[in-house]
C-alpha cells in the first residue's frame, strides 16, 4: 500500500523513537545488535536491487554508488563521502547519518542501523565479510561519522 | 585472538565428539560469527545476530529481575536445546543439542569447551 498524501518519508523523531523505545525495552546492547542486523539486510538487498552485488567497482565509485542510493537522491539514510582502504580495514565516512541526527553534542550515541546498511551493502558488492565499528562521530569532535570495517573472512 | 581456522577446528571436534550435540557457532558479542557449525539450513548471520541479542537480553532480564550474573540462557523446545553462553568477554558460544541429551552432562561438557575457547578469543 502507498501512501497517497504522507509518501515514502517519516520523521526522524519517529525513527528515533523506534530506537529509544528498543532500548528501554531490550537494552542497549540487545538493540545495538538488532539494529545493525537489520542494517546490514537492508544494505545487502539494497544492493542486490540495484544489481551491484559483487560487481567489485573502485572504492570512488563505491562511495558514489551508495550515497546515491542512500543519500539525498536515495533513502536519506546518510551521506557517503569517501571510502579509504587501508589494508585489512576500510574506513567509510558519512554525515547527516539518521542515528547521529536529532541528537546533543557530546551525546555517546553510536550509529547502529546506519552503519549496519553500509556495511552490508559493502559486503555484497565486495563479497567479503566485516566487522564494523563506529569510530569517529560527528557528536563527538568529528567531522564525520566514521565507519571502520575489519575484515573477518 | 586465535585464527578462525584454530577456532573452526576446536568447535568442529567438539560437535563430531560429543554425543547429542548438532551444533555449535562461536559468535562475537556484537553478533558477528566467529565460527560456526551448523546444519546446512541455518542461517548462520541471523542465528550469529539472534545469539548475542538472546544472551544479552537474558543478562538484562537478570539485572532487571534482581537475578543476578546469568550463567546460561537454555531454550528447551520439543526437538531439542539451544543453550547460550557468554565464552569470556569476547565471545558468545551458542550450542544446540538434540532431546535426548541430557542435561547435566551437556552443561558439563559446554563448561569443558569454554575453557579451551575463553583464551582462544581473549
Known amino acids: 500500500m502507498t ?3 504522507l509518501g515514502g518519508f517519516i520523521s526522524i523523531v519517529c525513527f528515533k523513537g523506534v530506537i529509544t523505545g528498543m532500548e528501554e525495552a531490550l537494552g542497549e546492547r540487545a538493540t545495538s545488535i538488532a539494529l545493525i542486523s537489520a542494517g546490514r539486510t537492508r544494505g545487502k538487498n ?5 544489481g551491484l552485488a559483487g560487481s567489485n567497482p573502485s572504492l570512488e565509485d563505491l ?5 546515491f542510493a542512500l543519500g539525498e537522491n536515495g533513502t536519506r539514510l546518510c551521506k557517503v563521502d569517501k571510502i579509504e582502504d587501508n589494508g585489512d580495514t576500510i574506513k567509510v565516512y558519512t554525515h547527516e547519518t539518521v542515528c547521529s ?6 551525546s555517546s550515541r553510536k550509529c547502529t ?7 552490508g551493502a559493502i559486503e ?22 566514521v565507519f571502520e570495517m575489519s575484515m573477518i573472512g | ?5 584454530m577456532l573452526t577446528e576446536v568447535v568442529q571436534k567438539f560437535v563430531t565428539a560429543t554425543p547429542d550435540i548438532q551444533g555449535a557457532a562461536l559468535v562475537t558479542p556484537d553478533g558477528l560469527s566467529l565460527t560456526s557449525v551448523l546444519p546446512g539450513s541455518m542461517d548462520e548471520e541471523r542465528t550469529s545476530a539472534m545469539s548475542a541479542a538472546m544472551l544479552s537480553l537474558g543478562e538484562r532480564i537478570g539485572q532487571e529481575l534482581s537475578r543476578g550474573i546469568v550463567d546460561r540462557i537454555v531454550i528447551e523446545g520439543e526437538k531439542g536445546y539451544s543453550v547460550m553462553v557468554s565464552c569470556g568477554d569476547d565471545a558468545v558460544l551458542l550450542v544446540l543439542a538434540a532431546k535426548e541429551a541430557k542435561q547435566g552432562l551437556l552443561f558439563l561438557e559446554i563448561k569443558r569447551i569454554l575453557k ?5 578469543v581473549s
Open chain 1, 3 to 5: 501512501r497517497e498524501k
Open chain 1, 46 to 50: 539494497l544492493v542486490t536491487e540495484l
Open chain 1, 63 to 67: 562511495a558514489s554508488k551508495l550515497d
Open chain 1, 101 to 106: 541526527a536529532g541528537e546533543e553534542q557530546g
Open chain 1, 113 to 119: 542501523y546506519s552503519m549496519g546498511a553500509v556495511c
Open chain 1, 124 to 145: 555484497t558488492i565486495q563479497g567479503k565479510r566485516y566487522r564494523p565499528k563506529h569510530t569517529e562521530s560527528v557528536l563527538r569532535g568529528g567531522t564525520h561519522d
Open chain 2, 1 to 5: 585472538m586465535a585464527q578462525a581456522s
Open chain 2, 116 to 120: 579451551d575457547l575463553a583464551p582462544m
